[in-house]
DNA sequence: TAAAGGATCCACT
DNA sequence: GTGGATCCTTTAA
């Protein structure tokens, strides 16, 4: 399992390494889910609009961003959409990695019950893809909830990462950001190159 | 207490 | 490629 000194480091030099590696979620009903990051996106609170830590601003909410490196922050989008994010740095330092896709590696029965409500052998070749490839959508598939996940440590038997392949990684701009504002250019998203569940293949690359 | 908006998803064209 | 759904969190009065 990647050690905490992974996580407490700038979230910049994190993020890009995130891709590839494995994540691990064991449910208490003992569901092992396992999936392959493809991609992410980096979010540094104080200084990044786009944030929900921007300027240092601490609520109820996103209290889990001011712990320690390796913390999962998990948060409600839209009112029904669960997105998971790793903290980076260290305690008071606001600054995470938004969790945007996965490859499904373990538990896809689970996956699939949960997204479709039937078993894998029912889905379409498009339902497939589409139980992990984007961030709402995977945190659906790995039962991703604010009670019992926000807060959680990553360096835990239940929550990990380790080690795994990784192949080429291209950045871009971050997804969903209004159009106006500085923090639209930042180049703060990180996929894997010729992925199927990372959610969108944009023109502009570096 | 009320109002606005959002780090999205899905169905439809 | 486009638009609507949907409800929780925040902020201001």
Known sequence: MLPRTFYERPTLDVAPELIGKV???????????KGRIVEVEAYIGPDDRASHTYGGKQ???NQ?????????????????????????????????VLLR?????????TMSMRRYG???EDLTRRERLNLTNGPGKFGQAFGI???GMDGHDFCSS??????????????????????????KD?????????????????KETE
């Open 23 to 33: 994540l691990t979620i064991i449910h208490d009903d003992g569901t092992h889910l």
């Open 59 to 61: 609520t109820v909410r």
């Open 64 to 96: 889990s961003m001011f712990k320690q490196g390796g913390t999962a922050y998990v948060y409600i989008i839209y009112g029904l959409h669960h997105c998971m994010n790793v903290v980076t740095r260290g305690i008071g330092k606001p600054e995470g």
């Open 101 to 109: 896709a996965v490859e499904p590696l373990e538990g896809i029965e």
């Open 118 to 120: 039937k078993p894998i």
């Open 145 to 147: 909830s604010r009670d």
């Open 158 to 183: 239940t929550l990990f990462l380790e080690d795994g392949e990784r192949g080429t990684v291209l950045r871009s701009k971050r997804i969903g950001i209004p159009n106006s504002g500085e923090a």
């Open 186 to 202: 930042y180049l703060w998203r990180f996929y894997e190159a010729d992925n199927p569940y990372v959610s969108k293949h944009p």
